[in-house]
């Protein structure tokens, strides 16, 4: 124990002196989570928004104020007749256009069916599709009002309806941020996790000190060890920056036990950790170190870990992938805890699955570190 923990002050002493690896371990974390946590939002709002009314009366204005009111839309222009749709859409002066035609009210009062069209911009596909969403159910609500007021000036007072209460439960404001800060918890601290062992271990490499370090009496394992334990507590520490500030700059508040997710995290670091001892067991320079652990680390964590794309909606070859990416586990562990206030008892394929991550990579590691020093 005592050899190990001679490594362990040796490499915590030595990252105390690099600042660079310092601000890496410490400062990076926070500053991905403040970059990618206000540049990455799926919320559409203020959408600008032209109409072209050619009714002019009040329940074409009635309409209008639908679209305004609901806040997802603002209304930037109105169009005469005839207006080029093409050109304004092209230079970006609205991404939706409402067209009412110049018989909308008289077909509204007669009970008759009345049209109008809504067009959008479907260069980005995924704000279209959520702006058609926003625009039906407006339309819809609109639908309503207009047949409760055909019906009142009918006589009849008593409306039959449906009673429709929607709730949604652990973001019931639908704030994306709160779908988007524990992918983005999951995704820096599998990056810097990865980086910082194998750039620690190719350092060593580099400056020759490796050599001396196998052939004094200390074994692979109580190496890896030592190796390991100052950058999981750095680690540690970075996360709980991170979750701090996202409490405090995102509201994302953790409502599970804060034990069950440090588990959950201490598996995950030792996995990630382990992956970064494994690839500096093959690199042999800093640039090599960093430029395979980017790769190997980022590109999974952010792509195939349901982080920003739905696993189902991948295909069959990808999904099958994903399996072995430990950050879709640990995502499904972070959200459940931190935003439905879980604890890992309905995560426990998961957390086996982190469990064996961690031996393999970490046995892998050794294996290698053995083979060289033979």
Request: glycine residues 6%; proline residues 4%.
């Amino acid at each position: 124990m005592k050899k190990i923990w001679a490594v362990a002050l040796k490499e915590l002493l030595q990252a105390f002196r690099d600042p660079i690896s310092l601000v890496m371990l410490l400062g990076l974390p926070t500053f991905m989570l403040l970059l990618y946590g206000y540049a990455l939002n799926f919320d559409v709002k203020h959408i600008a928004l032209a109409v072209q009314d050619l009714d002019k009366s009040t329940a074409s204005r009635d309409l209008t104020a639908s679209f305004v009111n609901s806040t997802y839309f603002d209304l930037v222009a109105a169009l005469p007749a005839g207006a080029d749709f093409g050109k304004i859409t092209e230079r970006r002066q609205a991404r939706a256009i409402l067209v009412i035609p110049e018989d909308y009210s008289r077909k509204v009062a007669a009970g008759e069916k009345a049209r109008v069209q809504i067009i959008i911009d479907g260069s980005d596909a995924n704000t279209a599709v959520t702006l058609l969403g926003y625009a039906s159910a407006i339309v819809s609500d609109a639908n309503v009002e207009i047949m409760r007021g055909t019906l009142a000036s009918l006589g009849q007072k008593n409306l039959p309806a449906i009673s429709y209460e929607p709730r949604v439960w652990y973001n019931p404001e639908l704030l994306s941020t709160h779908f988007l800060v524990p992918g983005l918890i999951g995704f820096i601290i599998m990056l810097t996790a990865v980086l910082s062992t194998a750039l620690s271990v190719v350092r060593e490499k580099e400056r020759g000190t490796l050599e001396q370090i196998r052939v004094a009496p200390i074994s692979a394992i109580q190496l890896i060890t030592g190796k390991t334990l100052p950058y999981l507590g750095i680690s540690l520490l970075a996360t709980a920056i991170i979750l701090v500030a996202a409490r405090f700059l995102f509201g994302v508040v953790i409502q599970g036990p804060y034990l069950d997710l440090f588990i959950a995290t201490l598996l995950y670091l030792i996995g990630a950790l382990g992956f970064g001892l494994l690839v500096s067991s093959f690199a042999e320079t800093q640039s090599e170190a960093f430029q395979t652990g980017f790769v190997a680390s980022m590109l999974p964590a952010l792509i195939l870990s349901g982080f920003i794309f739905p696993i189902r909606s991948m295909p069959k070859a990808l999904q099958i992938i994903t399996y072995a990416v430990p950050a879709r586990y640990y995502l499904v562990i972070l959200r459940g805890v931190i935003l439905k206030g879980a604890g890992l008892a309905p995560y426990r394929n998961q957390v086996w699955f982190l469990t064996l991550y961690s031996i393999t990579v970490l046995g892998i590691a050794i294996l290698r570190l053995r083979r060289k020093e033979a």
